[in-house]
C-alpha cells in the first residue's frame, strides 16, 4: 500500500495497515459483543455489503470515487508542508463553477461542454484554496484556519447562488442549477456500474504520485516542504511552490464537485455536500499524504460506506455502528505507524519525511 | 423478467424464488416471502427518532410492521447522493423490496428516477415528488400531504390564543412547501385577528439546532408569543419557546410532551394512509397509484390534540373550519390575495383548490408576513 | 433600519455573545492548555459531541444536570487521555489521531445517544441578571449561565498561571522546547498527556453547554463543527486565553447578526449574513498578521510550526 521505495523493509510496512486493520476488527467484535451483537455476524455482513459480490465492489467504488479527488485536495499541498482542511468549500466551489460554465454552453458538444466544466470547477477550487496558500504566503495567515473559515463562506456562497442568481426557476422544493441534459451526463465506465470519475481520480493519483516521485519538481517539492527556508537559501521559489500546491489541491476537490453535478447530481444543490471534503483530510493522513495510497484509503471509506447500508437493513443495527468502526479503524492504523520502520530501519537510510506538515514533536526536536 | 402490468404476488414470488440470490436472504425476509408476503423498504435522511419528519415517517414504517405479510426493511440518514441511489439499489436486488419508500425530498431527481429506470419490475414510492404522467416513470408514485390545512388550522388557534398578535416562524428555505405553510399559517391566524402578522427566519438548513435556538430567542425578543417552524427536527424551537414561557404550534409530528405549559397544537402527517395504500395495491396486484394526494379529509395529516392552554372559544374557531375541511368546503387560498409587496398575486373570484398546480410553485409570502423570499 | 431594528439586532448580538460563545470558549482554552504543551488535538470536535451526549445521559438518569456536566468532563478526559498517551508513541502524528478520534468521539456519541434523542432531560438553569429591564430582550440576553461565567474566569486564571505558576512554566517549556524542558528536568510526556487530558475535558464541559443549556437537548446535529472551529481559534487568538475569550465572543456575536436582521424583516442575502463570523475572522486574520508574525506567540514544538 504504501509506496515510499527507499524504505528497506517494504513488505513488513505494507503489512501494518493489514495488521492495523486486524487488530481494529477485533477491538470492533467487542465492542459489538459488549452491545449484545454477535460478532460474526456483524463482521460477515461489513465484508458481504463492501466487497462480498459485484454489487457491493461497485458500491463501494462508486462511493470512494470523489474520496480520491477530495484526499488528493489535503495531500498534495501536504507535501508542501501544509495543513488544508477546507477541501468541502472547495468541491463547492467547484461544483458552483462547473454548473455556471454549463449554462451558456447548453448544447454545446459534450466533450466541450464537459472539459468547459472541468476547467471551471478546478479554477474554482483552485483558486479558494489557492487563496488560503496565498493568505499564508504573504499575509503569515495560518492555511489551517484560513482554509477552514473559506471553506465555509464558499459553501455559503454556492447555497446563496444556487438559491438566487442561478437558480432554476423550474426546481421548486429542491433548489438547484439549471440541469443538465440527460445526454450530456457522464456515464459510467465500460462494464461497470460506476460512473467515470473514479477513473479520473485514479489518473489524478497517478500522475500526481509520478510527478513527485520520479521528476525534478518533485523533487523541488521535497525540499520545499522539508525545510522552506533552506529551500529559499537556495534560491527556490517557496512561494509559488506553496500557492501552486494549494490550487492543484483545490483543483481537485473542484473536480470531485464537477463530477458530482456532470456524473450524479445533473446540476448544482446543496444535496451534494455530504462531508466528501472532510473525509478528504482523513483519507489523506492515512495515506500518510501518498497520492498512490490515497486509493486504498479511499475505497476503505468507501466500503465501510457501503457496508453501513447493509447493517442497517440486515441487523437493525444504527447508522452511527460504521461511524464507531471507522473511528476504531482509523485510530488502531494511525498508532500503528509507531511500528513503521522500528527495530527494522537501517538508520542511514531514513526514509524521506513525506509529511514535513505533521511531524511527532519528539522528531522535531 | 415480466412487465408491470402483469406483476402480481404470485408472479413475485416466482421471481423471487427463481432468483439464486434467495439463499443469501436474512431467514425473516424468507419467512416473509415464503408466507406470501412482501418486503417493503424506507428510506430516512435523518435519524428517525428525530421528533420531526423522520420520526413521522418512521411512526408510518413501524404501523405497516403490524400488518400481517408485511416485512420492513430500514436505513436512516442516507444522504441525498449516490449513497440513496445504492441504498434503493440494494432494497430491490438483495433484499427484494417490493416497493421503498424513500422519503425525502432531494431524493427524486435524479436518484429515484434513475434508479426506477434500472429496475423497471421495481416500486419505488417517494414523498413530496411530482409525478407526472408521460414525464417520470410508470413504477414510481409520489405522495404527500396537504398539510397547509393543518397550519392554517394551527394560524386560527395561534391566534386566538396570542396576547401581542405576533407570530415567529422558522424555516429553512424558502422553497414553495415552506413558503405555504408559513402563507396558510398566516391566513389562519389573520382569519381571526386582522391585524397578526408573521416574522420569518430562513435558517438555511434541514438541521441546525443552534441557528434554530438563535432564530427562535430573536423572534421571541421581538415580542413575537407563538412560534412554530418548518425544519426537520422541531425539538429546539419547540422547547426554546417553552422556556420563555411562550406558545407554540408543532410541525411533522407531535411536540405536545416537548412543552407541557405551552404546546398549542400541531400539524401532524399521517403517512399510514398513503403508505398502506401502497402496500395493498401490490399485495392484491392492483396497478400501482402513482400519484397520491390528500389532506385532513384522506387522513393524510392530523393536528396534534389542543393543549390545555386553549380556549373554548379558540377550539371551537378552529373545529368550525377544520368541519368545513372535512367535508371539501373549504379553500384556503382565494383571490382577493396580496402578497407582502402589496402585489395581488391570486385575483378576487379566483380560488385555489388544494390539487392546484399553481399553488406547488407558490414564490410569495402572503400579506402579514415580515420577510422576503 | 430605524433605531429600533438597530437596537434589536445590537441586543441579539450581546445575547448571541453570551448564548452561543461558552462552547467556543470552553474548546478553545482546553485546546490552548494542549498546544502550550506541544500538542494539537485535532479531535476536539468528537470530543465536544461526546460531552453534549455524556451530559446530557447522566443529567437524565441522576436528574441532576452538573452531574451531567461533570460525566461530560470524565468523558472528554478519556478521549483527552487517549489522545495524550497514543500521541506520545514514536511517529504517531497528532493532528492526523485528532481527526481519527474525532470520528470515534462522534460515532461512539451517535450510537449510545439513539436512546436520549427523545427523552428530556433536566437541564441547567441561568442567573436572570436582566431582571431589572422591561426588555425581553435585554432580559433574555442577560440570562447568563454559570458555564459561561466559569469559562470567563477560567480564562483570566489560564491567563496568570501560565505566567505565575511553576505548572504554567513547565507547560510552556514542554510546549517550546523539549530540550530544554528536559534539560530542566521537566517530565515532558507526562506534562503533555496530563495537558491533553485536561483539554479534552474542558471540550467536554463545552458539549455539556450545548445539550444541557443552548440550544439544551440533544440530538445527531447539535454540534455543526463548533469543535474544529473552536480548534481553528485558537491559532487566531495566538495561544493567549484572554484573546480566546474575544475570539468566542465575537464569533458568537457575528453569528447572532443573520437570525437578528432576518427577525426585523432584512431576509435577502441569509446565506451571506450567515457566513459574517467566518468572513469577519478570516478579514481581521488577514489584516492584522503579517509575514513575519504569523505564528507568534505559537508553542516551539507545535507541528503547525515549521
Known amino acids: 500500500m504504501s509506496a515510499a521505495p527507499a524504505r528497506p523493509r517494504p513488505l513488513i510496512d505494507a503489512l501494518l495497515p493489514l495488521a492495523a486493520i486486524v487488530i481494529a476488527l477485533m477491538l470492533f467484535s467487542l465492542f459489538v459483543a459488549l452491545e449484545g451483537q454477535a460478532p460474526q455476524e456483524v463482521l460477515e455482513t461489513i465484508f458481504a455489503g463492501a466487497f462480498g459480490d459485484a454489487f457491493g465492489w461497485q458500491n463501494t467504488l462508486l462511493r470512494a470515487a470523489p474520496l480520491i479527488l477530495t484526499g488528493l485536495a489535503v495531500a498534495l499541498p501536504a507535501r508542501a508542508g501544509l495543513v488544508i482542511i477546507g477541501g468541502e468549500g472547495a468541491l463547492a466551489f467547484g461544483a458552483l463553477g462547473a454548473a455556471a460554465a454549463a449554462v451558456p454552453l447548453a448544447g454545446a458538444p459534450n466533450l466541450v461542454l464537459w472539459l468547459a466544466m472541468a476547467l471551471s470547477g478546478m479554477l474554482a477550487g483552485g483558486v479558494l484554496i489557492g487563496f488560503s496558500g496565498a493568505l499564508r504566503q504573504w499575509r503569515g495567515v495560518n492555511e489551517t484556519i484560513s482554509s477552514l473559515l473559506l471553506s465555509y463562506i464558499a459553501v455559503a456562497l454556492m447555497n446563496h447562488f444556487v438559491e438566487g442568481p442561478l437558480r432554476d426557476p423550474a426546481s421548486l422544493n429542491k433548489p438547484s442549477t439549471l440541469p443538465l441534459a440527460p445526454e450530456a451526463m457522464l456515464g459510467n465506465l465500460p462494464g461497470l456500474d460506476v460512473h467515470v470519475g473514479l477513473a479520473v481520480g485514479l489518473v489524478c493519483a497517478v500522475l500526481a504520485w509520478v510527478f513527485l516521485r520520479f521528476t525534478i519538481w518533485g523533487f523541488t517539492v521535497r525540499v520545499v516542504g522539508g525545510n522552506p527556508r533552506a529551500a529559499a537559501m537556495a534560491g527556490l521559489a517557496v512561494t509559488p511552490w506553496v500557492i501552486g500546491l494549494c490550487a492543484v489541491g483545490g483543483a481537485m476537490a473542484g473536480l470531485a464537485g464537477m463530477l458530482e453535478v456532470a456524473a450524479v447530481h445533473g446540476s448544482c444543490n446543496a444535496s451534494l455536500l455530504v462531508g466528501y471534503g472532510h473525509a478528504g483530510i482523513l483519507i489523506a493522513f492515512i495515506a500518510r499524504q501518498n497520492p498512490l495510497a490515497v486509493i486504498p484509503a479511499a475505497i476503505l471509506i468507501g466500503g465501510i460506506g457501503a457496508a453501513g447500508s447493509l447493517l442497517q437493513r440486515r441487523l437493525d443495527m444504527p447508522d452511527a455502528t460504521v461511524l464507531v468502526l471507522q473511528g476504531i479503524l482509523f485510530v488502531v492504523l494511525i498508532a500503528m505507524e509507531t511500528l513503521r520502520g522500528r527495530a527494522w530501519r537501517i538508520p542511514q537510510l531514513s526514509a524521506p519525511r513525506l509529511a514535513k506538515a505533521t511531524p511527532a514533536p519528539e522528531e522535531a526536536a | ?373 | ?306
Open chain 2, 1 to 373: 423478467m415480466q412487465d408491470r402490468a402483469s406483476f402480481s404476488r404470485r408472479n413475485f414470488i416466482k421471481a423471487a424464488a427463481a432468483a439464486p440470490a434467495l439463499g443469501l436472504l436474512p431467514a425473516s425476509v424468507r419467512d416473509a416471502l415464503a408466507a406470501g408476503g412482501i418486503t417493503v423498504g424506507f428510506i430516512y435522511v435523518g435519524a428517525r427518532d428525530d421528533f420531526g419528519y423522520n420520526q413521522a415517517h418512521a411512526q408510518a414504517a413501524a404501523a405497516l410492521k403490524k400488518l400481517p405479510g408485511v416485512k420492513v426493511i430500514e436505513e436512516e440518514k442516507v444522504p441525498e447522493t449516490v449513497a440513496v441511489q445504492k441504498s434503493m439499489e440494494a432494497m430491490i436486488v438483495q433484499d427484494k423490496a417490493a416497493v421503498v419508500f424513500a422519503t425525502s425530498f432531494g431524493y427524486f431527481d435524479p436518484h429515484v428516477l434513475k434508479v426506477a429506470q434500472k429496475y423497471p419490475n421495481a416500486h419505488i414510492a417517494h414523498c413530496g415528488g411530482l409525478w407526472s404522467e408521460g414525464k417520470h416513470p410508470k413504477n414510481v408514485a409520489s405522495y404527500f400531504g396537504y398539510i397547509d390545512e393543518c397550519e392554517y388550522l394551527s394560524g386560527i388557534v395561534a391566534g386566538l390564543t396570542s396576547k401581542t398578535g405576533k407570530f415567529g416562524f422558522v424555516a429553512a428555505k424558502p422553497i414553495p412547501q415552506v413558503l405555504r405553510n408559513i402563507n396558510a399559517f398566516t391566513l389562519g391566524a389573520r382569519s381571526v385577528n386582522p391585524n397578526a402578522t408573521t416574522r420569518v427566519i430562513f435558517t438555511g438548513d434541514w438541521a441546525m439546532p443552534v441557528k434554530e435556538a438563535e432564530a427562535a430567542n430573536s423572534l421571541l425578543d421581538q415580542g413575537c408569543d407563538v412560534l412554530t417552524c418548518h425544519v426537520d427536527g422541531p425539538k429546539v424551537v419547540v422547547e426554546t419557546a417553552e422556556r420563555r414561557g411562550a406558545f407554540s404550534c408543532g410541525y411533522h409530528a407531535s411536540q405536545a410532551k416537548l412543552a407541557p405549559k405551552g404546546y398549542l397544537t400541531g400539524a401532524e402527517w399521517d403517512w399510514v394512509t398513503p403508505n398502506t395504500t401502497f402496500v395493498k395495491a401490490l399485495q392484491e396486484g392492483k396497478p400501482f397509484p402513482n400519484f397520491v394526494r390528500g389532506g385532513l379529509k384522506e387522513g393524510f395529516v392530523k393536528m396534534s390534540p389542543y393543549g390545555a392552554v386553549v380556549s373554548e372559544k379558540a377550539r371551537k374557531a378552529a373545529d368550525d373550519v377544520k368541519a368545513k375541511m372535512l367535508k371539501g368546503e373549504f379553500v384556503i387560498f382565494k383571490g382577493p390575495l396580496k402578497d407582502n409587496t402589496g402585489k395581488e398575486v391570486i385575483p378576487a373570484g379566483k380560488s385555489f383548490a388544494q390539487q392546484a398546480i399553481e399553488l406547488e410553485g407558490m414564490n410569495y409570502l402572503v400579506e402579514g408576513v415580515i420577510g422576503s423570499v
Open chain 3, 1 to 306: 433600519m430605524t433605531i429600533d431594528a438597530i437596537t434589536a439586532v445590537l441586543l441579539a448580538m450581546l445575547g448571541g455573545a453570551i448564548r452561543v460563545s461558552t462552547p467556543f470558549l470552553f474548546v478553545s482554552l482546553g485546546e490552548t492548555i494542549t498546544e502550550k504543551a506541544g500538542r494539537i488535538n485535532l479531535g476536539l470536535e468528537g470530543t465536544l459531541v461526546m460531552g453534549a451526549m455524556s451530559a446530557y445521559a447522566a443529567s437524565l438518569y441522576s436528574g441532576s444536570p452538573w452531574l451531567g456536566v461533570l460525566a461530560a468532563a470524565c468523558a472528554g478526559a478519556v478521549f483527552g487521555l487517549l489522545h495524550g498517551l497514543l500521541a506520545s508513541l514514536r511517529r504517531v502524528n497528532d493532528i492526523a489521531l485528532g481527526i481519527a478520534l474525532m470520528l470515534l468521539g462522534t460515532g461512539l456519541a451517535f450510537y449510545w445517544g439513539k436512546a436520549y434523542i427523545q427523552p428530556q432531560a433536566p437541564t441547567l438553569r441561568a442567573f436572570h441578571l436582566g431582571a431589572w429591564s422591561d426588555s425581553p430582550a435585554l432580559r433574555s440576553a442577560l440570562d447568563i449561565n454559570p458555564l459561561f461565567i466559569a469559562g470567563l474566569l477560567l480564562a483570566f486564571v489560564l491567563h496568570w498561571a501560565f505566567a505565575n505558576t511553576r505548572v504554567g512554566l513547565t507547560l510552556r517549556l514542554v510546549g517550546d522546547s523539549e530540550a530544554a524542558a528536559r534539560a530542566a528536568g521537566a517530565a515532558v510526556i507526562p506534562t503533555r498527556v496530563a495537558a491533553t487530558v485536561i483539554g479534552g475535558a474542558l471540550a467536554g464541559v463545552g458539549g455539556a453547554f450545548l445539550s444541557l443549556f443552548y440550544p439544551g437537548s440533544w440530538n445527531e446535529g447539535l454540534s455543526n463543527g463548533q469543535g474544529i472551529m473552536a480548534v481553528a481559534l485558537v491559532i487566531f487568538a495566538r495561544w493567549q486565553p484572554r484573546r480566546c475569550v474575544l475570539a468566542a465572543l465575537m464569533f458568537g456575536a457575528a453569528g447572532a447578526i443573520g437570525p437578528a436582521l432576518q427577525s426585523v424583516g432584512i431576509s435577502s442575502g441569509y446565506y451571506l449574513f450567515n457566513a459574517a463570523p467566518y468572513a469577519l475572522t478570516l478579514l481581521l486574520m488577514a489584516l492584522t498578521c503579517s509575514r513575519d508574525t504569523s505564528l507568534k506567540g505559537a508553542p516551539g514544538e507545535l507541528s503547525l510550526n515549521r
